[in-house]
């Protein structure tokens, strides 16, 4: 095995891009998919935790290392991405773009995957580049007005990202004995550039993360991508942030004014997620707005455990993440399966999605229990932890919100079953529900028994107990939402905005025209700039982009 664990992390690596290369010649490269991922399962399932392979050829040395951590998001990863890769086959069959489809795909898978077994800062950033800038084809793939529109955010965020992301790592590498993980983290505590590197890492994961106010990027472009590329952009590459972050971040944690603008970030992301969330009338926009929400409560609770030093702060933050990898990855799978397939199916699929949307708040007895569970530990019993505590409420009355609107689509009316898109579905729900459940108590640090306690039991169900009964006495009084508002939130607040100040240029253009006509002993002046600046203004390409940047300056700002 000595020899054959450094070879699986090689081909886990290089498969995916070897795959490139045959895509743009295959005549059904679609089928490459669900294999692209089987190296990296094999790897998480039957190599040795702690292997390592080095090319030191390869950038500036490629170090890629199998510890725990990386164990457990490469197999549940890799699994959602065989599944999602399945999927696609029939959900895609006949799509046009086939073939630019498979090669970002594959591109994505890459540099994820090289995200999760990176053992160095340089490997990581440029793996970490490779899956960003590859995710832009998956967004804009349906080329629609809507899809390209989404796809401009994303590229701006994702650039932006990227060039804090290099100018953190070089000021934290700077001041470290090596490139691997243990040195540079070490070197961000004592280095002078310390408030600089944190606020790049903190700028660029936490655009990955969907941290407010830079998550615009992720209720956009996860409605706008195909099905199958939703799943894992929610279930798996928003976790690289989360994966950056656990890498980067000292392991006694960050000063303890960083410490509370991360866990205040954190909370407000989560219920802003939440109460944004609950205004969508599509399916997709809620699962963006509610993974911006769980990501924000990843990061909250990170931060909190990493600072009081609580035990099984990694494992608690991994457990939670794989498990809302799997759960959401099937729920946005549903929501295909739901349009594909006849009356027949509509209700049995309906009740396994709402298990796995429910198992997200907590539901007693599934992996989210059990995820719940130690995360709520870690955050502790001060205000942090009662805010986590209380947010199961949120996310409850999110997935109800979901199952909702998931109950209204329309589907087929005829007693049809695609099983090219049941088949990898009920595969993944079957997963978010058992991996999770044989990986809790290990990596909780509690036996099964405690959250099959009275107490365990309890802690996990009334959450949802009051989400449910919330949700009965709104039906019952039959209020509705007083305002909806729109997907993307903040930069359609921009985009009116610029446009309405647009319009005020115009009319103030108008108005000087006139008044120098009165007066035609005045030289006429040239009023091309004006109408210049009021045309950009009238444009939503410029305007989104222009929050974009704005809302990532005051991010920047506040963190200096």
Not at 199 to 224: Q, R, S, T, Y
Not at 302 to 324: E, F
Not at 477 to 488: D, N, T
Not at 512 to 523: D, N, S
């Amino acid at each position: 095995m000595s020899r054959t664990g450094p070879l699986l992390l090689w081909l886990t690596f290089a498969g995916p891009l070897a795959m490139i290369a045959v895509a743009p010649l295959s005549r059904r490269p679609l089928r490459l998919l669900p294999w692209a991922a089987v190296p990296g399962l094999a790897t998480a399932l039957l190599a040795p935790l702690d292997i390592a392979m080095e090319q030191p050829a390869v950038l500036l040395g490629l170090h890629l290392r199998l510890d725990r951590m990386a164990a457990v998001f490469l197999a549940f990863g890799s699994l959602l991405w065989v599944l999602a890769g399945a999927y696609a086959q029939s959900y895609l069959a006949g799509s046009g773009h086939a073939r630019s489809f498979a090669v970002f795909w594959l591109l994505t898978l890459a540099g994820l995957l090289g995200v999760v077994l990176a053992a160095d800062v340089v490997t990581l950033y440029a793996a970490f580049s490779l899956m960003s800038l590859a995710t832009f084809g998956l967004v804009i793939h349906d080329r629609t007005a809507s899809a390209r529109r989404a796809g401009l955010v994303y590229i701006v965020l994702a650039v932006l990202g990227e060039i804090t992301l290099v100018a953190a790592l070089m000021l934290a590498a700077s001041g470290a004995d090596s490139l691997l993980f243990a040195d540079v983290s070490a070197a961000v505590a004592r280095s002078p550039w310390s408030t600089a590197i944190l606020a790049g890492l903190l700028v660029g994961f936490g655009i990955k993360v969907g941290l407010v106010p830079l998550h615009v990027w992720l209720p956009l472009a996860h409605p706008e991508a195909p099905t199958p590329a939703s799943a894992v952009l929610s279930g798996v590459i928003v976790k690289a942030g989360i994966i950056g972050l656990m890498r980067l971040v000292p392991a006694d944690g960050m000063p303890d004014a960083w410490t509370e603008m991360v866990v205040v970030l954190g909370v407000v992301t989560a219920y802003y997620g939440v109460l944004v969330g609950l205004t969508q009338t599509d399916a997709k926009a809620i699962l963006a707005y509610s993974t911006l929400s769980q990501m924000g409560l990843l990061v909250a609770v990170l931060a909190s455990g990493l600072a009081a030093k609580a035990a099984g702060t990694l494992d608690a933050v991994t457990l939670y993440a794989s498990h809302h990898g799997l759960a959401k990855g099937a729920l946005f799978l549903a929501i295909g399966v739901v349009a594909a397939c006849g009356a027949r199916w509509r209700g049995p699929v309906l009740v396994v999605t709402a298990l796995a949307a429910l198992a997200i708040a907590g539901l007693p007895l599934s992996g989210g229990a059990f995820a719940k569970l130690a995360i709520k530990d870690v955050a502790g019993a001060g205000a942090t932890g009662t805010l986590v505590a209380v947010s199961a409420v949120g996310t409850a009355l999110l997935m109800l919100r979901f199952l909702q609107v998931l109950s209204r689509a329309p589907g087929k009316p005829a007693e049809t079953a695609n099983w090219g898109l049941l088949v990898p579905w009920a595969a993944a729900a079957a997963a978010a529900f058992a991996v999770p459940v044989l990986w809790g108590p290990d990596l909780a640090g509690k036996p099964a028994a405690a959250a099959m306690s009275v107490h365990g039991l309890w802690t996990a169900a009334w959450p949802i107990l009051f989400a449910l009964a919330a949700a009965v006495f709104v039906l019952w009084r039959r209020w509705r939402i007083p305002l909806a508002i729109p997907r993307g939130d903040l930069v359609v607040l921009g985009e009116t905005l610029l446009r309405r100040i647009g319009a005020g240029l115009g009319r103030l253009n108008a108005r000087l025209a006139r008044l120098f006509q009165r007066r035609r002993r005045w030289p006429a002046p040239s009023f091309d700039g004006l109408d210049t600046l009021e045309a950009a203004l009238r444009r939503w390409n410029l305007a989104g982009p222009a929050l974009v940047l704005v809302a990532a300056l005051i991010a920047i700002a506040l963190t200096i």
